[in-house]
């Protein structure tokens, strides 16, 4: 069974940093693309950033880019989320999901609230 | 980048009934890499359809998926009582990838 656990998320000032993991198991995790989907409160959903099976390459949607970067460590079925600069805008569930563009499994999401 | 608008934003449907979704968009989705999900509330959404037409592993063959180019629909066939929730369309055809807005499915 495919299991992602998310941690991480915290009440956070504007202009603050957090780092999101998560760990994975159930599946060989070196072999996947991996996502951070966010959904603000109330709100749909978002795509973050993807990142490469070897982590080569990593894409972000252009709102974030500069501030967050996605990251992995494969000997650790680890995934990562440094969050710098952070905004009232960034407040949101973030998903660790399983996929690069087709988002085949979803934790169950940590909360990042971004407010002085 | 591709804007995705679903519609209706609710429908009202009584278990048996036949739903009908409706995701269009702003131009054409490569290679029809549209695919759907279902959320419910407190939970992460569930992956159900990719590629347009294809259901993930594990889904009920009451979900079907359709459509080309800008305008795809997800049909269920007859409403379950667990198949109350939130549905997105979502695309992965041109970056950045882009989900609809939603479509809750209520019972009537």
């Known amino acids: 069974e495919v299991q992602l656990a998310e941690s991480g998320g915290d009440l956070v000032q504007p202009g603050g940093s957090l780092r999101l993991s998560c760990v994975a198991s159930g599946f060989t995790f070196a072999s996947y693309w991996m996502t951070w989907v966010r959904q603000a409160p109330g709100k749909g959903l978002e795509w973050v950033a993807n990142?490469?099976?070897?982590?080569?390459?990593?894409y972000y949607v252009d709102s974030v880019k500069g501030r967050l970067t996605i990251s992995r460590d494969n000997a650790k079925n680890s995934l990562y989320l440094q969050m710098n600069g952070l905004r009232a805008e960034d407040t949101a569930v973030y998903y660790c999901v399983r996929g690069g563009s087709d988002f085949y499994d979803w934790g169950q999401g940590t909360l990042v609230t971004v407010s002085s | 980048e591709i804007v995705l608008t679903q519609s209706p934003g609710t429908l009202s449907l009584s278990p048996g009934e036949r739903a009908t979704l409706s995701c269009r968009a702003s131009?054409?989705?490569?290679?029809?890499?549209l695919a759907w999900y279902q959320q419910k509330p407190g939970q992460a959404p569930r992956f159900l359809i990719y590629?347009?037409?294809s259901r993930a592993p594990g889904i009920p063959d009451r979900f079907s998926g359709s459509g080309s180019g800008t305008d795809f629909t997800l049909t269920i066939s007859r409403l379950e009582p667990e198949d109350f929730a939130l549905y997105y369309c979502q695309q992965s055809g041109t970056p950045p990838w882009t989900f609809g807005q939603g479509t809750k499915v209520e019972i009537k």
């Open positions: 590629s347009a037409s």
């Open positions: 990142i490469k099976h070897d982590g080569s390459e990593s």
């Open positions: 131009q054409n989705v490569n290679n029809n890499y």
